[in-house]
C-alpha cells in the first residue's frame, strides 16, 4: 500500500526558534516527487517545498527545508526563524501511480503552533 | 504555476438537496482532482476527471453521489447529491502540475443541517 505516515499530531515551537517535521511514507516505485503543504485556517493548500525522489540534495525554499533519506523512506521538514505565520495544519504527500494513473497521497497531518 | 478560481466559498444546505461546486482555471490542464477534507482531517481524493471520459472515482466514492462535469481543459464541476449532515466537509479541486507541485482551488465549505 502507498501511505503516508506523519507521527506527530500536534507540535509548537517559539518564534523565532526551528522546529522540524516528520514524515515517512511507503512506495515500491523508485520515481516520484515528495510535497509539504501547509494549510492555515483560511483552508486554502499552499506548496511549501517539493523534491524529486530521483535527486539527492534536499530541497531548499528560503527558511523551509528537507531532509530526505531515500532509503529509509523519510522526508522530514524544518522550519528555521519560526514566525506567527507558520502557524498551521502541514501535510507531507506524494505522487503515488495506481492503474496507470497518478494521484497525491496524503499524511494526516500536524498541527502546528508558533507561540509569540 | 495554474490558478484555480473555486466557487462557492461556503454554503449551508438542506439535507436532501445537491449542491454543485466549480472549478476555473485559467489554462488549459490534462487532469483535475476533487478532493473532500472532513472536519479535521487530511484530504481525501474523491475522483479525477479527464477532459472528454468519464472521472474515475476512488473506493468508497460513486458517481450517483458525486456527479462529476468535465466539458472542457479549463473548467470541472462536482455535486453532492441528496446531502445529509455527513456530507458536512470542505471540498477542494486541484489540478496537475507534477513537477512544480499540484495547485489547488481555496476550497468549498459545506454545512448540512
Known amino acids: 500500500a502507498q501511505t503516508v505516515t506523519q507521527s506527530q499530531p500536534e507540535m509548537s515551537v517559539q518564534e523565532a526558534e526551528t522546529v522540524t517535521l516528520s514524515c515517512t511514507y511507503d512506495t515500491s516505485e523508485s520515481n516520484y516527487y515528495l510535497f509539504w503543504y501547509k494549510q492555515p485556517p483560511s483552508r486554502q493548500m499552499i506548496l511549501v517545498i517539493r523534491?524529486?525522489?530521483?535527486?539527492?540534495q534536499n530541497a531548499t525554499e528560503n527558511r523551509f527545508s528537507v531532509n530526505f533519506q531515500k532509503a529509509a523512506k523519510s522526508f522530514s521538514l524544518k522550519i528555521s526563524d519560526s514566525q506567527l505565520g507558520d502557524t498551521a495544519m502541514y501535510f507531507c504527500a506524494f505522487t503515488a501511480s495506481q492503474g496507470g494513473s497518478e494521484k497525491l497521497v496524503f499524511g494526516k497531518g500536524t498541527k502546528l503552533t508558533v507561540n509569540p | 504555476s495554474a490558478v484555480i478560481s473555486q466557487k462557492p466559498s461556503r454554503d449551508i444546505c438542506q439535507r436532501g438537496t445537491s449542491l454543485t461546486i466549480q472549478c476555473q482555471v485559467d489554462?488549459?490542464?490534462?487532469?483535475m482532482f476533487w478532493y473532500r477534507q472532513q472536519p479535521g482531517q487530511s484530504l481525501t481524493l474523491i475522483a479525477t476527471?479527464?477532459?472528454?471520459?468519464?472521472?474515475?472515482?476512488e473506493s468508497g466514492f460513486v458517481i450517483d453521489k458525486f456527479p462529476i462535469s468535465r466539458p472542457n481543459l479549463t473548467f470541472s464541476t462536482l455535486t453532492v447529491s441528496n446531502m445529509s449532515p455527513e456530507d458536512s466537509s470542505i471540498y477542494l479541486c486541484?489540478?496537475?502540475?507534477?513537477?512544480?507541485?499540484?495547485?489547488f482551488g481555496s476550497g468549498t465549505r459545506l454545512t448540512v443541517v
Open positions: 489554462s488549459q490542464v490534462t487532469m
Open positions: 486541484s489540478v496537475e502540475a507534477r513537477y512544480y507541485g499540484y495547485t
Open positions: 476527471a479527464n477532459q472528454g471520459s468519464e472521472a474515475t472515482y
Open positions: 523534491q524529486e525522489a530521483y535527486k539527492q
